[in-house]
């Protein structure tokens, strides 16, 4: 497709046709340096048509940037196509101030292109109306909260694209409860309460003349997995000192009781029983260090009072006394005399 020498083609065949099949936002703030999502929802026959972006205040002069059957001319534009929403979505990053009017444009084969113009309000500093996030996730039957930021005059209105308004301070799109709420003088939340899956989707805030696009995504809530009482009580079990045999009915009783006391009344029985454990193996430790202590002071006492109790002998072997005994005294000795004959 050479879009340079359809241009004048497709516009004049828009005119003479005067339908419009594309709806976008018009005027979109945003900072220099920023990057900015906008959504353009489109006819339900076109859902496999080409869409594509194209840059300038004239759609007979703008410049093609990206389009969704082909690959991207410029690394700053992106194009994605949800085709069950029918809304294609454009994206532009690393905003500059020559950036200002592009064009959602749908590619009608055989026929006259349809488009809608956007404008980009490119600031160096504060923009007149700002989100925190262009794209917030809630779950089915919960809330979220959408905060923004602004600096220009205005009444604050909440839309679905290609939808109804609410005005402040509440109302109702599409069974969706919105509360919009001014909590200072620049800043205002915007809250969608009970969410259903059917609230998914583009929508904006327009406050003046300004428009900021976000997206809405409702998923359903994760499935937390809690643990019951029979468990716990087996877990109980396989650390007690003595085996206690579970039967059916006890089980069923369990589950019975858990669904009835909830789980304060685990958490009032598991953390008393991990304190005393914990106790207990604390004595334990306490009795056994100072049981040794005690074992160790008493050998050594003993070992001492052995070693001041102990006698050395000296035994020397001496030969008996071989001498003759001295003859009494004299006056004890008769002397006689044999005379032979």
Sequence with gaps: LNLSKCHWLNFFLGLVAGIHSVTTVSKVPVKTGGSISLPCLYESKYRNHAKYLCQGYRWSSCSYTVKTNEP?????????????????????DRVTLSDSHYWCIVEINNGADDGKRFQLSVTA????????????????????????????????????????????????????????????????????????????????????????PVRVT???????????????????????????????????????????RGPDYLLRFIIPASVLIVIVLVALIFWCVLRQHKLKKAQSSA?????????????SHRRPNMEKQDPAPDEHVTYSTLAQH
């Design 72 to 92: 991207r001319r410029s690394g700053r534009f992106s194009i994605s196509d949800d085709k069950q929403q029918r809304i294609f979505t454009v994206t532009i």
């Design 125 to 212: 500093g504060r923009p007149l109306l700002s989100v925190d996030h262009q794209e917030v996730t809630g779950f089915i039957g919960g809330d979220v909260a959408i905060r923004f930021t602004y600096s220009n005059r205005g009444e604050i209105q909440w839309c679905r694209l290609g939808g109804s308004c609410i005005k402040e301070p509440h109302g109702s799109i599409d069974g969706t409860r919105v509360t919009i709420d001014l909590k200072n003088p620049d800043v205002f939340n915007v809250t969608l309460k009970r969410l259903r899956a059917e609230s998914s989707g583009w929508y904006y805030c327009a406050k003046g003349d300004v428009r900021m």
């Design 218 to 260: 409702v998923k359903e809530r994760p499935i937390t997995t809690t643990i019951t009482t029979t468990e716990i009580t087996t877990q109980l079990t396989n650390i007690s000192l003595q085996p206690v045999n579970h039967t059916s009915a006890f089980a069923n009783t369990t589950s019975e009781k858990q669904s009835e």
């Design 303 to 315: 070992a001492a009072k052995a070693e001041a109790e102990l006698t050395y002998s000296v035994i």
